[in-house]
């Protein structure tokens, strides 16, 4: 059994930051990519960033310059600074990580998310 719980969300004003946690828990083995996903009402889940095992960071479009990931792997953690933010990063943010079991089958798990909302 593998957990997901994240932590960070809240209320903001635009141009204000916030800082997203997730930690991992339950039978690892090993952890390869983490990352944080996002959706908002009536609007499809999409990638926000993710980080390989060894903390390579890929994000989308709309968040570069903004957004940093990062993840402390011996704390099975990962992070999500979100600095200037827009109303339109409002949503709910999900983390998501591939966990691998003893015998070596990576399986992906999400966490419940958490909100997000930035006031303009």
């Known amino acids: 059994q593998v957990q997901l719980v994240e932590s960070g969300g809240g209320l903001v004003q635009a141009g204000g930051s916030l800082r997203l946690s997730c930690v991992v828990s339950?039978?690892?083995?090993?952890?390869?990519?983490m990352g944080w996903y996002r959706q908002a009402p009536g609007k499809q889940r999409e990638l926000v960033a993710v980080?390989?095992?060894?903390?390579?960071?890929k994000y989308t479009d709309s968040v570069k310059g903004r957004f940093t990931i990062s993840r402390d792997n011996a704390k099975n953690t990962v992070y999500l600074q979100m600095n200037s933010l827009k109303p339109e990063d409002t949503a709910a943010y999900l983390c998501?990580?591939?966990?691998?079991?003893?015998?070596?089958?990576?399986?992906?798990?999400w966490g419940q998310g958490t909100q997000v909302t930035v006031s303009s």
């Open positions: 998501n990580a591939e966990v691998a079991d003893v015998k070596q089958n990576y399986f992906r798990y």
């Open positions: 339950g039978s690892i083995f090993s952890i390869n990519g």
């Open positions: 980080a390989t095992s060894n903390g390579t960071p």
